[in-house]
């Protein structure tokens, strides 16, 4: 249980500005700089490990391939809420 926690805890941390950069890329071709990308993508990767709950995928376990494409696709999806509510 404990691991779990870990990994849950050191994925987003270990890759958010990389994360947010990809993100930043995908949704608007520039970047928002590396204290906001870090935040995108910690963001981003719980909203992605979310969507992953809901769609019954279990992540643990699958590799970081799989976990960096919902993390990505998190990112994309806070951003694109974002531009929705605010731009």
Known sequence: MLEHIAEFTAWPILTGIFIGYIANRIMSGEGKGCCMNFVIGIIGSY?????SHLLNIELLGKGYLTNFVFCVVGAVTFLWIWKKLFD
């Open 47 to 51: 909203v992605g490990t979310f969507i």
